[in-house]
């Protein structure tokens, strides 16, 4: 996946695929499914994260399976926020954390 | 002659030489032109600017004038002037649905003028006729009741508070709930909260622009306002010596993080200018403005001169743009906010043909 300006940094919509998947279509033209149960492993917020150290402290036996986001707000111009089905919401995924995801998620580096 | 009757797609093309400076489309692309009306060759339409402020609004009259009367045979061009500000689309949550534009003004450092800056950018953009707000948000020292010489207190309205006229804009201040014997000594949710009310619970009404005098720095109120509400972009106001500089640059770097666009830097304290030989004397140096400008490649707005009276109007509450309108600082206000209001306008522009965010989930 090629990001090469800020400007293509932007989503251009964020919809559902099915029950659980995030789809972002990306300026670029890219499209990147983001399975739910990866977005909620991979929340930023600092009770997911050590905020001093950076280790992740949420472990894969602590989410549910079924795990999904539930809605999806707005974080200014920068990011989102996701409400997922256990409740926690705390974290904000801005468009540099889902486009790094997304080049994991694709295997593009 | 009166077999070639001027038509409609005739004047709009003649029409299309005519170029927004700042926005770099033709006024007709724009969509400027509004109810074009042709009779016997005597031609009217309305130009509906992108804001009340535009600082080149009597050229594009004249130019678009010139340019419908090169016509053959147009005997009377009448052309009126409007303006409708253009929104900055939100993204979806927004919680204060009639505010076009948040326009944040921050500073890295203290004591650089920005609350005399941001309340006489306000008194500017009102007296061109358009509707503006202010919002002081520097709950450590909120000095805007005073520059505006406020005494009311807000009355609650049907849904919320209202906010306090002064001098044509809408107001709203820390130091309203705080006594001038208090001090602020909150934690970050309490600033956060406050800030959401501001924003939430208070009723603006339709407003053009909401100006946001911010504390000094890059704390707790910044960021939820930041994270709150899309914001149109971010002003810097910073004095000229590289002490302030420096610092208004760590108040760049918190907004870029923040993805919210810098509009551009103003100057304030840029000189002294003798009454009498007119000589300037830059007493805390020059060009700090401009290398702000180079490096993170934003417009300097405005340079706005060092006076008694600027202090003077401030603490009386009746700010210099009004009280002693046509001088060397209030013209360097005045000229600042259209540059604003036009910076405004191109962004905007450009984020209408950029598109939106969509979120459907």
Known sequence: MEFSTPQELKPISINRVNEYDVKINWKNGMEVIYPARRLRMECPCAVCVDELTGVRRLQENMVAEDVHPAGIDPVGHYAIQIHFSDGHNTGIYTWEKLVDLGKKLTGNT | MNDSQINQEQILDALRVVIDPDLHRDIVALGFVKELKVRNNRVSFHLELTTPA?????????????????????????????????????????????????????????????????????VALAETGASVGLM???VYGPSIPTILGINDQPRSGGKGMLPVEAHGVKVISAGFFVKPD????????????????????????????????????????????????????????????????????????????????????????????????????????????????????????????????????????????????????????????????????????????????????
């Open chain 2, 54 to 122: 535009c600082p080149v609004k009597d050229e594009l009259r004249e130019q678009a004038e010139d340019a419908v009367r090169k016509l053959p045979g147009i005997e009377a061009v009448e052309v009126t002037l409007s303006a409708q500000v253009r929104s900055h689309g939100p993204t979806g949550q927004n919680i204060i649905p009639g505010i076009k534009n948040v326009i944040p003004v921050g500073s890295g450092k203290g004591g650089v003028g920005k609350s005399t800056v941001s309340a006489n950018l306000a």
């Open chain 2, 136 to 138: 002081d948000a520097d």
């Open chain 2, 182 to 361: 208090q001090a602020v000594v909150w934690r970050g949710p309490m600033l956060a909260k406050m800030i959401e009310q501001f924003l939430g619970q208070v009723e603006w009404g339709e407003l053009d622009y909401l100006v946001v005098d911010l504390p000094p720095g890059t704390g707790d109120v910044q960021l939820t306002l930041c994270q709150r509400i899309p914001l149109t972009g971010a002003l810097i106001v910073t004095t000229p010596q590289p002490v302030a500089v420096n610092i208004a640059e760590k108040a760049i770097i918190m907004f870029n993080q923040l993805k919210c666009p810098l509009l551009g830097v103003v100057e304030n304290m840029s000189y002294w200018e003798s009454r009498t030989t007119g000589e300037r004397e830059f007493i805390f140096g020059s060009g700090g403005a401009d290398r702000i400008a180079e490096k993170w490649e934003v417009p300097v707005l405005g340079k706005i001169p060092l006076a008694t009276t600027v202090r003077e109007s401030s603490d009386s509450g009746t700010p210099i743009v009004l009280d002693e309108a046509g001088s060397p600082a209030a013209v360097a206000f005045v000229d600042t906010a259209k540059s604003l209001a036009a910076q405004i306008s191109i962004r905007n522009i450009r984020a209408e043909s950029e598109g939106l965010v969509s979120i459907n989930f």
